[in-house]
């Protein structure tokens, strides 16, 4: 099984990474972190099976990581280390679904152990997740037209509250995980793509919590499900953008999503859409944008985006100022230009074409090549002052981004 380690101590992941017998066993170290921020698009695009965070590091600690996962990539098995044998910290990891709980320090005896023991946990629900797909596979047919008789329930005006929550009690009772805490529907539209249909079912397919209602080549509606209200708006923000992302690539155009009010029983899932589709009918006289992602909690800055672009180019600006501090974060830059964090994400990634993360990777890596390039600073002080206070996630970063190691990079054009 794959293993991720995040820790901002240098000593513990040194000691993890050489003491631990990773040959002798059935793990191994795909990769580590000295912080959650770092750590959570490493693990994204590394997938490890099971993830050693620490609980008290920098930029983003081990409990914001833990959430982010849970909401994320919830078949992840989580170990916490941590120097504080504290009951509050217990208490949050286990609401969180961490599977263990370590006192540092640790030895390599206990941290099989408790590998083991994790490992475990997850092939047992792997095996039983199969059984259940199984069982579904037999029934797929009828969960197709139950799917269809909930869809139909939400385009229905007189549809019955009692009828859409008798159809998700059905579904789960086949296995379907439609059965949630809150509820959000994703209304979207679009110029005729042809495999806009096909996209909008492996997104859904690939995404926790989200349903794939109903598409046609010109338009979908999705349901999302979530175990608290924020989850759930975040996860249809995250599949919304996810979306727009994808039917561009396919040419689509014009394309428009309305994300609903979220809704806290199936009774109300009506409500949601109602709300999604009249917000999607909102954006279509804002012909000037190319793609358009709004939400109930954006509805006050509708008056607001007529100076997007020069609020975006406000943003770079700044960012081209101040992106050699290794804590510049998303909420800095919304912060300085005056818009709320979840708004200055989707507008940038809308106005750009890359996300936050990804330009400021850019700007670092910039500055990086050209003192590669045009000095002999060693790479550990280019890293410092190009933004990155951990030499080796530097050299993680520019090998992912460029192909080639810093000193690869340098031995191009000091030969």
């Excluded at 059984?131 to 197709?144: N, T």
């Excluded at 990804?358 to 060693?378: S, V, W």
Aim: glycine share 6%; charged share 25%; with cysteine.
């Amino acid at each position: 099984m794959k293993v991720f380690l995040a820790d901002d101590e240098i000593v513990v992941r040194e000691g993890i990474r050489e003491s631990f017998p990773w040959d002798e066993t059935p793990y191994t170290l795909v990769g580590e972190a000295p912080d959650g921020e770092m750590a959570l698009p490493m693990i994204r695009d590394t997938n490890p099976d099971i993830v050693i965070t620490d609980i008290k590091m920098p930029f983003m600690d081990g409990i914001e990581l833990c959430r982010i996962l849970r909401a994320q990539m919830p078949w992840i098995g989580i170990i916490v280390l941590s120097g504080y044998d504290e009951f509050e910290y217990a208490r949050q990891c286990i609401q969180l679904g961490v599977r263990e709980y370590l006192v540092k320090p640790i030895n390599s005896e206990n941290l099989r152990e408790v590998l083991d023991k994790v490992s475990k946990q997850i092939s047992d629900e792997r095996k039983a997740i199969e059984h259940a797909a199984s069982l579904r596979s037999r029934i797929g047919s009828d969960e197709q037209l139950v799917k269809a008789k909930l869809i139909a329930s939400l385009y229905s005006e007189e549809a019955a509250a009692e009828d859409s929550h008798s159809v998700l009690k059905h579904l789960h009772s086949m296995g379907c995980n439609v059965i949630a805490p809150f509820y959000a529907v994703v209304d979207a539209a679009y110029q005729p793509v042809s495999e806009g249909q096909a996209i909008v079912f492996d997104l859904a397919e690939g995404s926790g919590g989200v349903m794939h209602a109903t598409s046609s080549r010109t338009g979908s509606v999705l349901l999302v499900m979530g175990d608290t209200a924020e989850d759930a708006e975040e996860r249809a923000y995250a599949f919304a953008a996810s979306l727009v992302r994808e039917l561009e690539r396919a040419g689509g155009s014009d394309i428009r999503v309305g994300i609903g009010e979220i809704v806290d029983n199936p009774e109300d899932i009506l409500k949601s859409f109602k709300s999604a589709r009249h917000i999607r009918h909102i954006l279509v006289d804002r012909a000037e944008e190319k793609a358009t992602i709004l939400g109930t909690r954006e509805m006050g800055d509708v008056s607001e985006e007529s100076g997007t672009p020069e609020v975006i180019s406000e943003a770079k600006l700044y960012m081209s100022q101040h992106f050699t501090d290794p804590n510049l974060m998303l909420q800095d830059v919304a912060k300085a230009v005056g818009m709320s964090n979840s708004r200055f994400s989707t507008v940038f990634s809308q106005q750009t074409g890359q996300t936050f993360t990804e330009y400021l990777i850019y700007l670092r890596l910039n500055k990086a090549r050209e003192m590669l390039k045009t000095t002999n600073i060693k790479s550990s002080q280019i890293a410092r002052e190009s933004g990155y206070n951990d030499s080796h996630y530097f050299s993680y970063i520019f090998k992912k981004n460029v192909g080639m190691t810093p000193s690869e990079y340098r031995g191009q054009y000091q030969n």
